[in-house]
């Protein structure tokens, strides 16, 4: 057996779920055996985007000891045009650093 997590976060919400699955389960197995389906329906309508520890895997992914998998909610813009929208209005984005 192996220990992991699934994780999966909205930006009202996140949930977290600990399970011990038999070595050799995939990140699909591990989706399926967290249950987060019925408690975000979301989920159960979209194709999924995984990963383990910040890194996009596919869903047939073999998972190892203290595996760490993340659901990936859709991205709502494209970073890339968000970023051309911003500056056709004149908007930068901020530096912290004071530079």
Do not use: C, W
Not at 25 to 42: D, G, M
């Amino acid at each position: 057996m192996i220990n992991i997590e699934v994780a999966y976060a909205r930006p009202d919400t996140q949930a977290i779920v600990a399970l011990s699955l038999p070595e050799g389960s995939t990140i699909a197995a591990a989706i399926t055996a967290s249950a987060l389906a019925q408690r975000f329906p979301e989920l159960s309508q979209a194709k999924l985007t995984a990963g383990v520890h910040g890194h996009v895997r596919a869903l047939e992914t073999p998972l190892r000891e203290g595996d760490r998998v993340e659901i990936y909610r859709p991205l709502i813009a494209d970073p890339k045009d968000a970023r051309h929208r911003r500056v056709a209005l004149g908007k930068t984005m901020k530096r912290d650093d004071g530079a």
